[in-house]
């Protein structure tokens, strides 16, 4: 079956991709605009078991999703991992410059911590953390990553506040990855 | 092993206003660590290859006085732990 997701913006390709896959459906492969649709349905199709690979089809692109068993609801929570959440780029609301400067402490202390988080999600204003404004901020979070955390960042908000470009650091991501991945943990923190 | 130089502070605004003039020296702020005590918790953590210009800086801009913050010359060794941590004259 094949799918257009032609000018269709994130995350409408996910959307159709899933449903297809979630009902069982085989030979799969969806037509998508560009690199964050692809990078979206790559995650979608390991998620599910039915890993993607794609190729270029004029000036947009066919992602193809293995045949095989799709695995529904597979992520259990592993006892004992968290996930920290940041909806804004301050820690509380009364004072930013207070504010800021607590994030940046917390996410350093996080990278310091023998038990990291298993993914450090970003979403609405939080995600002007991971631009570079804060060098530290960026360098933290690679330790993170490089210790075995996953850094997600909401693409929608990016592309709201206008700074796409500017990301330092994590993975462009979107609702269905960032809830799948507060569902797959033991506990989410928000800060 | 991590060398590092390290300022405490007396108060959370001192501490807020020294991180900003101290920006073009990369400094990183991060709590204060256990083995030190002080009244607020936002240390600012000074790398040994920009500690001439940090104090330049601090000469020049920081309206503090010496009750105002510590000085600290930290060494930590990663696999054991063991930190050597001692007090420094104040930036004058």
């Known amino acids: 079956m094949r799918l257009d997701a032609g000018g269709k913006q994130c995350p409408i390709p996910v959307i159709m991709a899933k449903k297809e896959l979630e009902a069982g459906e085989q030979d799969v492969e969806i037509i998508v605009d560009g690199q964050t649709q692809i990078d979206n349905l790559v995650r979608l199709g390991d998620t599910l078991g039915r890993p993607a690979s794609y190729e270029a089809l004029g000036d947009k692109f066919l992602v193809k999703f293995a045949n095989g068993e799709t695995k529904v609801g597979a992520s259990g929570a592993e006892s004992d991992t968290y996930a920290v959440f940041f909806n804004s780029n301050a820690i509380g609301t009364n004072n930013s410059e207070l504010g800021g400067n607590l994030a940046k402490m917390a996410i350093f202390t996080l990278s310091e911590s023998d038990k990291i988080p298993s993914y450090v999600l970003f979403m609405n204003e939080g995600v002007k953390l991971v631009t570079g404004v804060e060098p530290q901020i960026v360098e933290n979070l690679e330790t993170l990553i490089e210790k075995g955390s996953k850094v997600l960042v909401c693409g929608t908000c990016l592309n709201f506040y206008g700074i796409k470009d500017e990301l330092k650091v994590g993975t462009v991501s979107n609702m269905y990855d960032i809830l799948g991945a507060m569902q797959e943990v033991s506990k989410v923190i928000k800060l | ?92």
């Open chain 2, 1 to 92: 092993m991590d060398e590092y130089y390290l300022l405490t502070f007396e108060s959370t605004h001192a501490a807020i206003s020294t991180e900003k003039i101290l920006k073009p020296a990369e400094v990183r702020i991060m709590p204060v660590p256990r083995f030190i005590s002080a009244s607020c918790g936002i240390s600012i953590r000074i790398s040994p290859d920009r500690r001439v210009q940090a104090e330049q800086i601090f000469r020049e801009q920081s309206k503090l006085t010496v009750d105002d913050y510590t000085y600290y010359h930290v060494k930590r060794d990663k696999e054991s732990g063991e930190t050597d941590c001692r007090q420094i004259e104040h930036i004058v």
